[in-house]
């Protein structure tokens, strides 16, 4: 709760996307990625912009012996999907950071983007 009495969500509940003003839900993004030939497993998450809020990040494991680029995966996303729902930025990944669960931690796939693209600025910019 903040000082001023109301609460901030935070955390899973968090799971959508405001892009300038669209509302993007991951899993969307998420299951349409899951019908390309090449992908294994993804995960999207919003990455903070100063123009547009968040931006879209795709996370994908490709599967065995399978090789791919951006590029292939932007087109692939722009045939079918809104403008604004094809991910920005796309990083091919082995693995993905897990809970001892084995629940993935998007949060921490956010922090690792955040610090590795320097968006920390962004970052402390108060959206929605």
């Known amino acids: 709760m903040r ?12 799971d959508m996307i405001i892009r300038g003003g669209e509302n993007i839900y991951p899993r969307e993004i998420e299951e349409f990625l899951y019908t390309h030939p090449k992908v294994s497993d993804v995960q999207v998450v919003g990455l903070p912009d100063e123009r547009l809020g ?3 990040l795709a996370w994908i494991k490709l599967k065995p012996g399978e090789t ?8 692939f996303c722009k ?3 809104a403008h604004f729902k094809v991910p ?5 990944v082995d693995a993905f950071p897990m809970t001892l669960s084995g629940k993935v931690q998007k949060f ?6 955040i610090a ?3 968006l920390e600025k ?4 108060e959206t929605a």
Do not use: C, K, N
């Open 3 to 14: 000082p001023d009495g109301y609460f901030r969500i935070t955390g899973r509940a968090r």
């Open 54 to 56: 968040e931006t879209v």
């Open 68 to 75: 791919s680029d951006e590029e292939e995966i932007r087109a």
């Open 79 to 81: 045939a079918r999907l």
């Open 88 to 92: 920005a930025y796309v990083r091919f």
């Open 108 to 113: 921490r796939i956010r922090q690792q983007e």
């Open 116 to 118: 590795e693209r320097g």
């Open 122 to 125: 962004a970052a402390g910019l």
